[in-house]
């Protein structure tokens, strides 16, 4: 079975700041996706990033960018120029590639505070 | 495009009752999942439906929970004699039917359920 560990409960960063979430997980797997999810306090899940575990480039949206290593078994999100919106709960989640649409496994989450 | 629409956003049983959670996923969307989203905690994957089939229910508890995604209407989870246990947030997510790779998972806004 799959599982995603966020090491991190809580982070504060000061606005325009830099910060980076940590995620490792562990899985016999070769074929997957990751990602990484925002949960404002209105609780709506936003997809904020994926990664094919088949591609070595590392994913990039914006303000926001991963560091994949595949070997290592981490994907940390690194957001750039931290905005007061960015306050959130942020969870990290794997999906097995099996042909179609599958479940993800989800890690219990950073709580990201920013600061003006 | 609406997103995935859910109802009752909020919901409140006493012990015993039956909880009946909606879920409308995206037009064009024949994927639905629910994840269920204890306090502090990541959200649990729980049953995975295509229109009339259950294709994934390693997540749902065996007894007092089921899930249908009939031809035509809404995806229903259903909780049968709620237990204070029960109370959480859950979601639902649908994605579409993709020949190739996970079809993205687009989360509705959850029912956070209440059991007194």
């Given at each position: 079975a799959q599982t995603v560990t966020q090491s991190q409960p809580e982070m504060s960063v000061q606005e325009a700041e830099t910060v980076t979430l940590s995620c490792t997980y562990d899985t016999s797997e070769n074929n997957y996706y990751l990602f990484w999810y925002k949960q404002p306090p209105s609780r709506q899940m936003i997809l904020v990033i994926r990664q094919e575990a088949y591609k070595q480039q590392n994913a990039t949206e914006n303000r926001f960018s991963v560091n994949f290593q595949k070997a290592a078994k981490s994907f940390s999100l690194k957001i750039s120029d931290?905005?007061?919106?960015?306050?959130a709960m942020y969870f990290c989640a794997f999906m097995k590639h099996k042909g179609g649409s599958e479940k993800l496994v989800f890690g219990k989450g950073t709580k990201l505070t920013v600061n003006p | 495009n609406a997103g995935v629409m859910q109802n009752p956003r909020h919901l409140v049983r006493r012990r015993g009752q039956e909880a009946r959670l909606r879920c409308s996923p995206m037009k064009g969307h024949s994927h639905v999942y629910w994840y269920r989203q204890l306090p502090e905690e990541g959200l649990k994957f729980m049953v995975y439906l295509q229109k009339e089939n259950i294709?994934?229910?390693?997540?749902?508890?065996?007894?007092?929970f089921s899930a249908e995604f009939p031809k035509e209407g809404p995806s229903i989870l259903r909780i049968q004699?709620?237990?204070?246990?029960?109370s959480a947030a859950y979601f639902c997510a649908s994605s579409p039917l993709l020949g190739q790779g996970p079809g993205e998972q687009y989360f509705g806004p959850g029912t956070r359920l209440t059991v007194t």
């Open positions: 931290s905005q007061l919106g960015d306050t | 294709i994934d229910e390693s997540g749902m508890p065996k007894e007092r004699q709620v237990v204070r246990g029960d």
